[in-house]
């Protein structure tokens, strides 16, 4: 079989197969199992999705909840990540019960 391609296209694909010590041939045979890999995960990984449990309603207050633990998961784990390196950052307490306005109710 034959394929047209650009020539630059081409050119990259050489260095790329030639840089993992592959033919063209076995390169392409290999971008073309994971792109099947790949393609049989996301079925897989969307059928458990599917099939994990009753479904829940997205709405706006669902996301925020989803974005706080989120940013309190990202702090807790920059805190650790600077502990470990041995840089202490001292912030001021902040109340949990503030409005929007950073008023305390």
């Not at 706006?60 to 989803?66: A, D, H």
Request: aromatic share 4%; glycine share 6%.
């Amino acid at each position: 079989m034959s394929l047209v391609i650009d020539r630059d296209l081409e050119t990259k694909i050489r260095a790329r197969a030639e840089a993992e010590g592959l033919s063209i041939v076995a390169y392409l045979e290999r971008l073309v199992l994971a792109d099947q890999d790949g393609a049989r995960e996301l079925e897989t990984l969307a059928l458990e999705g599917l099939h994990s449990g009753a479904p829940i309603q997205a709405g706006p207050s669902y996301w925020q909840e989803k974005h706080r633990l989120l940013d309190e998961r990202l702090t807790a784990r920059i805190m650790r990540s600077q502990c470990q390196r041995g840089i202490f950052i001292l912030q001021p307490a902040i109340s949990a019960q503030t409005n929007d306005l950073g008023m305390h109710s």
